[in-house]
């Protein structure tokens, strides 16, 4: 390496050095080099340390390794340092890492084939790359091809894409892909598809050329160059092709793991066709020609189904199925004829065994005779002066004769078709300019070379030649362009190898001369090689070890070639006799293919051409004998004489070169092999590119980028307001060295290396700026924690002191605080124990006094009492006997009965469950009410009566209570009588003892009741417990069955919302979708009206200049208005016959066929509209749905409610079973005396009878509410059903209202009124016939509600089921049959909807029969015009001269004239800023509605047609400028409003006022007409998109991506500006300011025509689309973009759109979000990439990006400054694995092209008609106002 770089050898410097495996090897030093020093101290990458030698004669140093912010760049030039370590290093990264395939090396494009099928190729990046400079976008095979097409075209010179590379490098595909880009973008100048069948054209080539070797499943077996021609126009007219060198021994043999040609195979799998069994083809195994390479089959390739395309391919271009057939039948005769087996006869002659079957079948598909054949395989014809001898053959020479045989008939007709594919794409149109794709073999070395290899190798040698020349002539030119000095570069010329090849006594001359020699053979032409060549040229060698060989020093490396089977293969001899038998055979096509050889001029057998082209092909010398041999050409000099002219076709083109590299010779997926990559580097001469670059100055900036990278190295003193002088200072001060840098006009050249060394340096001052920045934010973050620490510190120790402070505190009040409370504790301790004494004596007192006294009076009361008891007692005993009896009665009553009702109830409950059950409840449920409210009054009176009957025992209780009292006084007075009668003491005490005896008996029996009456209330409350709970857990399952019918039912409702929803949005879906593709459809359609009308002022004009003035049919432009819009088919027809009877010299099969496309066209816009109105009407029937649903959720809520009543009333059922129970309970124990009023048992069922009653209370009010609930919903029911069925008499008595307010047609004629009476009396049959059918729908209501019954049946038994399966059955069942009886009520009132409507027309024609009866018997003759207007003059004239009715009169002849100055001369610029907007829509339906007042329906007609026409016309004229196609798209949607607005549908006049419905049309019905203006506007809006679109188009990438609107964000990275300044064009850089000024003049424009407001929301959210999808398809498409600073600008340039949108109202328009997707790749830009967090958050950020697209921005992805971090492959493949599931479209590109379908919504106008005045501006005095 060169030492001027030495002093960038540095420690961390890193370099290249050489490697046995990886050629070059990356390693970074660990010690500074200083001069002298014969080693280097390197680090690898492995960690592992090595010591770098010297080379001690050279002292080179190791290379320089590039920063890594240079790695991945687009154009190998733009490299620091340029040498091959980079440019493979920079090609890996690319190719493995990023998966790109294609980089710029200057002007050469490195294409590496990655053996897998990529998403680049689609049309939408073909037009991506359409219209673009070649450095903007990436690298691509098609930005090549646009290149020569751009240039082609603004040179005006024919250009040359040359493709090469070694076999499998993908030159072929390369080649394919050109084809591709040309026949796309230029399209064909006629109909016959020329660029169709310039790409039919490969799969022939391939079939018959192509074959598969050890490096390529697909390689071509020879050269072609193919010439696409264009017109003036630059579009497609034709093609010519020419091929080089077919390898025609692979006929005959082929390698191991090789294969034959394609076709073979082709043949041999497609043998099972019944077209292809007269071949008696087989396997492939079974012929000698295909089995050779023992591989017949490739891996994923079905032969049978390249054989049809082959052979659609042959049809595409013209080559019928009999030629086909005869094609076939000649492939199959040469694998035949390889089976053929020869024997040996003797030693110097050989046989053919009789009745060979393959032999035999040669000859029957050649036409040839067995015996023949099988003589002339077997033996020569040799001619002397005198005499002919038949000389016969051995077996060797026989076999080679036949298989020389085979391979001159494989190549005779390989010739054929080659001549017959060019007839196809020949042209009768003159060429303008042509560019030719040259695919070509690359350099090629094996173990063994031939003769091919040889041709091949020579062929590169002269390639590379015009190569290093064309290369070396752009770089003088880019430096005269720049005015700077430059010396001669010295570069690698080959001339001397070319010399040695082809010069006088070179390689070719001394071959053809030993082929002349009689006895010439390869070992003598050996020897003369040696003796000419050996010491006289230095790149001539011979082998050591070898006598038949030598060795050439090509550019690329050395050859050995084996002089073997040179002499034969140049001279390509065919025995004479046999090639005669062939000519004589009666196969017409075998005959053809070698009279055509007679003929041909060139190794490919083509003709010249004609027709303007320019044909490159060896003319014949027509004075040569064909016979004598000394004349013929060897296979050497045709092809010397072919390259010559080649290379004179390239020499006159401007070269385009693409050079393919195959990466492994496995066949592996982007595996990349260092090795192979660079010998073909080195052999394609990428390498010599870079040298000759490297040479000069290869790096190269502008001034203003070269200031803008640089500013950081510049003071403030050094910038001037001169850029350029600034830049020169400062490289001055910089690099010291002058020679290392160049100033030019506009740039700065730099030689190899300085770039990286001013890298250097700005590296080096943004580190230390960066080490200042991070010492003093260490320094402010270390003082900010050391004091927040001290403030810490102090804080802490103020709380600790105070906490300290507050303890001692604390403990100083507690002291005190116990001191005091042992004071007071003591204190009470005391007062307590003297208040327990006090109290204690207090007490025994008490009770001892007490005690005394109660023992006094006890035996005071028992003396007297006893006399008392003892009767009491007596009477009690009897009664007590008489009670137990009677209660045990009572008891066994009750438990029998309990046993009954329990069965009672449980029978109820089973029938509560039942159906019948709840048909009994659902059919009298009205009457239960009312019985359950009886009831309830008369439970209410039962308890009223028992609240009397216990206040009648209380009352009962206080009489005997105050009996007691009395008997109490009576006995204190018998106590008196006691104290007197102190003597009968002792009888009395033995009567004590004896009632004693008898209080303890009955004291016991008193025991044993209470004991009875305890266990009967025990069990009566556990009994009320027991049912308590009972009903408490039925009131839970009740409430959990509430609460799960309700979840259920709004589970049910937000189901139905969302599948309404989800339905709906798919509806809209499916109708935007059919709009779209109706809309697409009619932009077809009026391209192909354009089309057609070109091509009718082409016959026109051709018509003139061949006729003179002879004129086509005049009546078409004078009856151009008499035809409608459904009429212009036949109209188009009728132009297209008159133009065929013009002239005849034209062909009428584009004329048939535009009009079959129209008719089609026709035919499917007819079915779309249907399909649309289809659509419309299952939109309109979801809506009907909907509320069906809604209804259906209602009736839901009343069965709940319904089943919520029926609980209630089985609940009353049970509280009045519970009432009962009680009642009887408490009369039966109302008798015990323990039962008494007052007793704990009587308050306890008290409390229950009060409970009991407040629950029937709250039951009551419950069923109160459901009953009114009830009532309203039938009040509601019934009131729809009146309201459904009163419709029909409301719709017909509105359609009679609309008849009775057209008075005029009574004033027409006073003598109608019979007729009139007798209209009436149909009107009155009418209405009675109406009457009968809302009978019958009364009817059909009235089985609507059996219906319902059933229903509701159905539902009941449901209920049997769970209860979620119950619900959901339910509910079911209703849905269904809901909407089946809305459907069918919807579909019957449609049907008496159309039948008013016909009604309502019938009765419109029969008036103007009437009308015009009456008018004939009034005036005779008279016209129809004067039948409307005069009936009408005499009543309208008062009311005309009051006030104006909104219409404008004209006469009929100046129908012209009104539509000349309103739509075709008007300007809409002063229409715009001083009339209001929409006048020439209001003007024109003005005029349309005088003509419909006076029922003139021609003149209605003419008037729509002419308006349709003329504004296509006018479109058509101006259909570039936005202003005009904005003014019409406002006007004819203003007039398609006026037209929906007063045409009095109901839909249309409920936003009118009444004066305006006065103004409706009364006489046509013009809904079609609405149609077409609707399409009409459709048309207008696309082509306003589309001129919207063209002003954009150039302003987007500029203003959006490439202009820095935040200055100072995005760096400038060192590229070297290596475009091809050629297709730079000069033009204004755009910004986002230019954006936005063009929005805002889309906007005002549109506002100032008075566009609705709805379209002016479609037209932006359109623009806004085009906006982001051009800029993310870029995006994508440029790696230099991809970065994070550009993510920065992206996003604010965003944030400036939405605030214009938020300043102009328009952020509800849908435009922001089509800018989503460039939002998130701006985004994605910006998120940090290297986590598997940060994978997680990009997957779930961009949604609104494919797959294909987040992997290619990740991909392209590109640090600016060395901080900045490339994206690992790693996490690519992440983001891979976790968007792997989702199911999208694999396409990289938006689709800038589409169009969201567009509505016109109904915008009714205020504006009164009458109120309009005509300015006279407008030059319209004719019109009159009516």
Known sequence: MNRELEFMFVDCARVWIPDAEEVWRSAELTKDYNNGDVSLQLLLEDGASLEHKLDPKTKNLPYLRNPDILVGENDLTALSYLHEPAVLHNLKVRFVDSKLIYTYCGIVLVAINPYETLPIYGTDIINAYSGQNMGDMDPHIFAVAEEAYKQMARDERNQSIIVSGESGAGKTVSAKYAMRYFATVSGSASEANIEDKVLASNPIMEAIGNAKTTRNDNSSRFGKYIEIGFDNRYRIIGANMRTYLLEKSRVVFQADEERNYHIFYQLCASSHLPELKPLKLGSANDFSYTRKGRSPVIEGVDDTKELSNTRHAFSLLGINESYQMGLFQVLAAILHLGNVEIKDRDADSSIIPPNNSHLKAFCDLVGVTYQDMSQWLCHRKLKTATETYVKPLPRLQATNARDALSKHIYAKLFNWIVEHVNKALMTNIKQHSFIGVLDIYGFETFEINSFEQFCINYANEKLQQQFNMHVFK???????????????????????????IEAKMGILDLLDEECKMPKGSDDSWAQKLYNTHLKTCALFEKPRMSNRAFIIQHFADKVEYQCDGFLEKNKDTVNEEQINVLKASKFDLLVELFQDGEKAISPTGQAPGTGGRTRLSVKPDKSRDKGSKENKKTVGCQFRNSLQMLMDTLNATTPHYVRCIKPNDFKMAFTFDPKRAVQQLRACGVLETIRISAAGFPSRWTYQEFFSRYRVLMKQKDVLPDKKLTCRN??????????????????????????AYLEKLRADKLRAACIRIQKTIRCWLARKKYLRQRNAAITIQRFTRGHQARCLAKFMRRTQAATIIQKYRRMYVEKKRYRQKQAAALGMQTILRGYMARQKYQALLRAHKVVIIQKRVRGWLARCWYKRCLESIVYLQCCIRRMRARRELKKLKIEARSVEHFKKLNRGMENKIMQLQRKIDEQTKDNRSVSERLASLETSHTTEREKMRGELTRLRGYQEEAKNKTNQVSSLLEELEKLKKELSVTQQEKKTIEDWAHTYRNEMEKMVSELKEQNGLLKTEKDDLNRLIQEQSQQMTEKMARSIVQETQQLNKELNEERSRYQNLLSEHRRLEEKHDDLKEHLASSNVSKHGHRRTDSTHSSNESEYTYNSEYAELEEGS??????????????????????????????????????????????????????????????EYESLKRQELESENKKLKHNLAEMRQSLLRDGSASSAAPGSPAYKVLLEQLNASCEELDVRKEEVLILRSQLVSQKEAMHHKVEQHTMTEPSVYAQEVSKLKDADELKQACIGLKDTNRLLEQQLQAQRRTNDSEVEALRSELQSVKEENNRQQQLLAQNLQLPPEARIEAS?????????????????????????????????????KRIGEMGAGQAEGQTSPGQMVDEPIHPVNIPRREKDFQGMLEYKREDELKLIKNLILELKPRGVAVNLIPGLPAYILFMCLRHADYNNDDQKVRTLLTSTINSIKKILKKRGDDFETVSFWLANTCRFLHCLKQYSGDEVFMKHNTTRQNEHCLSNFDLAEYRQVISDLAIQIYQQLIKCMENILQPMIVSGMLEHETIQGVSGVKPTGLRKRTSSIADEGTYTLDSILRQLNAFHSTMCQHGTDPELIKQVVKQQFYIVGAVTLNNLLLRKDMCSWSKGMQIRYNVSQLEEWLRDKGLMTCGAKETLEPLIQAAQLLQVKKKTDEDAEAICSMCLALTTAQIVRVLNLYTPVNEFEER??????????????????????????KMIYPVTFPFNPSTLALETIQIPGSLNLAFLTRV
């Open 730 to 755: 400062v490289l001055e001060k910089l690099v010291q060295d002058q020679d290392k840098y160049q100033f030019g006009k506009t740039k700065i050249f730099f030689r190899a290396g300085q770039v």
């Open 1371 to 1407: 509910l079911q069942h209703e849905i269904t049959r809901l909407t089946n009886e809305n459907l069918d009520l919807m579909e019957h009132l449609e049907k008496q909807d159309r039948t008013i409507r016909k009604l309502k027309k019938q009765l419109k024609v029969y008036s």
């Open 1767 to 1792: 994206v690992s492959v790693a996490f690519i493949r992440t983001i891979q694995t976790r968007l792997r599931d989702r199911c999208e479209s694999p396409q990289l590109l938006m689709d800038t």
């Open 1137 to 1198: 016959r008159a133009a065929e009877d013009v002239t005849r010299g034209i062909d009428t099969s584009l004329t048939l066929k535009l009009q079959k496309r129209l008719t089609e066209m026709e035919q499917e816009k007819q079915s779309l509209r249907d399909e649309l109105e289809n659509k419309e009407d299952q939109f309109q029937r979801a809506r009907a749905r909907d509320d069906a649903e809604f209804k259906k959720a209602r009736g839901a809520e009343l």
């Open 474 to 500: 752009l770089e003088q030119e880019e430096y005269m362009k720049e005015q700077i000095p430059w010396t001669l570069i010295d570069f690698y010329d080959n001339q001397p190898c070319i010399n040695l």
